[in-house]
Nanobody, 120 residues
Framework: QVQLVESGGGLVQPGGSLRLSCATS????????MGWFRQAPGKEREEISC????????YYAHSVKGRFTIARDNRKSTLYLQMNSLKPNDTAIYYC?????????????WGQGTQVTVSS
C-alpha cells in the first residue's frame, strides 16, 4: 500500500534552516506529482509546494516562495523540502502527499506529518 513517511522536523531559531524528507513506498514514485502541505494550530491545512513528475515543474505558495525549495530524488523515491529563512509563522505540522497523478492539485494519500517549530 502507499506509504509516506516524513522526517526532519524539529525546533529551529528564526532565520534558520531545516530540510524535510518524505520517504515513499508502495507506488512508482517517479510517475507521480508530489506535494507538501502544512497545518498550523487553529488553521486549515494549506498546500505550500508541489512538484510534477513529467518535467519537474514546481509550485510554491506566496508565503514560502523564495525561501523554500521542493525537490525529488526518483532513485530514492524520496521527496524533499529545503526550508531557509524560517519565521515563527512557519511553525506547523508539515505533511507530504500524493494523488497518484502526474499533475499537482489533487491528493489522496498523506504522511503522518512532522512538527516544525520556529522559535527563539
Amino acid at each position: 500500500q502507499v506509504q509516506l513517511v516524513e522526517s526532519g522536523g524539529g525546533l529551529v531559531q528564526p532565520g534558520g534552516s531545516l530540510r524535510l524528507s518524505c520517504a515513499t513506498s508502495g507506488f512508482t514514485f517517479m510517475y507521480y506529482a508530489m506535494g507538501w502541505f502544512r497545518q498550523a494550530p487553529g488553521k486549515e491545512r494549506e498546500e505550500i509546494s508541489c512538484i510534477t513528475s513529467t518535467d519537474g515543474s514546481t509550485y510554491y505558495a506566496h508565503s514560502v516562495k523564495g525561501r523554500f525549495t521542493i525537490a525529488r530524488d526518483n532513485r530514492k523515491s524520496t521527496l524533499y523540502l529545503q526550508m531557509n529563512s524560517l519565521k515563527p509563522n512557519d511553525t506547523a505540522i508539515y505533511y507530504c502527499a500524493t494523488g497518484l497523478r502526474v499533475t499537482c492539485g489533487e491528493y489522496d494519500y498523506w504522511g503522518q506529518g512532522t512538527q516544525v517549530t520556529v522559535s527563539s
